[in-house]
C-alpha cells in the first residue's frame, strides 16, 4: 500500500521528526551525536539560543552554568580540544517523564575511550528541557569521581 501525502510524516536526514517539533527524547539523541561527533554546527543547533547549562555538581575552577548558545557551544567545543575523553557511545539506562512533556530525566552512561586511562563508562543523570526542538535547559549531574578517574586522576 503505497502512502499518500497526508499520511507521510516530516522526518530529517537521520530519520527524526522535523527539528521544531522534535521533543525532548529526540533532541536528547541529536545531543549525544553532536557529542560523539564533536560537531561544533550540530551542537549549535541542538541549543536554543537563550539557552542554560547546568553542572550542579562540579569542581572548583569549573562553571556551574552557562547561560546563552554562543557560550555553551563555545567552553563545549574548547573542551574537545584538550578533553582526554572521546565519547562513543551513550547508553540510556532509563528515562523518566515528568509533568511537563518538555522535560525529560535521563539515567545514562557516557561509554568511550581515555587517552590516559583506556576503555570507560559515565554515570551521569540529565534533566533536559526543550522547546521548539532546541534544548532550552540542561542539568548535568556528571558523576565528578568517576570522570576524574577515568581523566587519570582524582577529584
Same mark, same amino acid.
Given at each position: 500500500?503505497?502512502?499518500?501525502?497526508?499520511?507521510? !510524516? %516530516?522526518? $530529517?536526514?537521520?530519520?527524526?521528526? +522535523?527539528?521544531?517539533?522534535? *521533543?525532548?527524547?529526540?533532541?536528547?539523541? #541529536?545531543?549525544?551525536?553532536?557529542?560523539?561527533?564533536? &560537531?561544533? +554546527?550540530?551542537? #549549535?543547533?541542538?541549543?536554543?539560543? %537563550?539557552?542554560?547549562? /547546568?553542572?550542579?555538581?562540579?569542581?572548583? @575552577?569549573?562553571? &556551574?552554568?552557562?547561560? *546563552?548558545? +554562543?557560550?555553551?557551544?563555545?567552553?563545549? !567545543?574548547?573542551?574537545? =580540544? %584538550?578533553?582526554?575523553? =572521546?565519547?562513543?557511545?551513550? #547508553?540510556?539506562?532509563?528515562?523518566? +517523564?515528568? *509533568?511537563?512533556?518538555? !522535560?525529560?530525566?535521563?539515567?545514562? /552512561?557516557?561509554?568511550?575511550? &581515555?587517552? $590516559? !586511562? @583506556?576503555?570507560?563508562?559515565?554515570?551521569?543523570?540529565?534533566?533536559? $528541557?526543550?522547546?521548539? @526542538?532546541?534544548? $532550552? #535547559?540542561?542539568?548535568?549531574?556528571?558523576?565528578?569521581?568517576?570522570?576524574?578517574?577515568?581523566? @587519570? *586522576?582524582?577529584?
Amino acid at each position: 500500500m503505497a502512502l499518500t501525502e497526508h499520511d507521510r !510524516t %516530516d522526518i $530529517t536526514d537521520a530519520g527524526l521528526p +522535523d527539528q521544531a517539533e522534535a *521533543g525532548p527524547r529526540e533532541v536528547l539523541e #541529536r545531543y549525544r551525536q553532536a557529542a560523539i561527533s564533536r &560537531s561544533a +554546527d550540530e551542537m #549549535r543547533r541542538v541549543y536554543a539560543l %537563550d539557552a542554560v547549562h /547546568e553542572f550542579p555538581f562540579t569542581l572548583p @575552577g569549573l562553571p &556551574s552554568r552557562l547561560a *546563552g548558545r +554562543d557560550e555553551i557551544v563555545n567552553w563545549i !567545543t574548547a573542551g574537545w =580540544k %584538550d578533553y582526554p575523553l =572521546k565519547y562513543e557511545l551513550y #547508553r540510556t539506562l532509563a528515562i523518566h +517523564d515528568t *509533568g511537563d512533556p518538555e !522535560t525529560i530525566i535521563v539515567e545514562q /552512561e557516557a561509554l568511550g575511550t &581515555s587517552v $590516559t !586511562t @583506556g576503555e570507560f563508562a559515565l554515570p551521569n543523570l540529565v534533566v533536559l $528541557t526543550v522547546r521548539n @526542538g532546541q534544548i $532550552t #535547559r540542561l542539568r548535568d549531574y556528571v558523576n565528578i569521581p568517576a570522570a576524574a578517574a577515568a581523566m @587519570g *586522576g582524582n577529584p
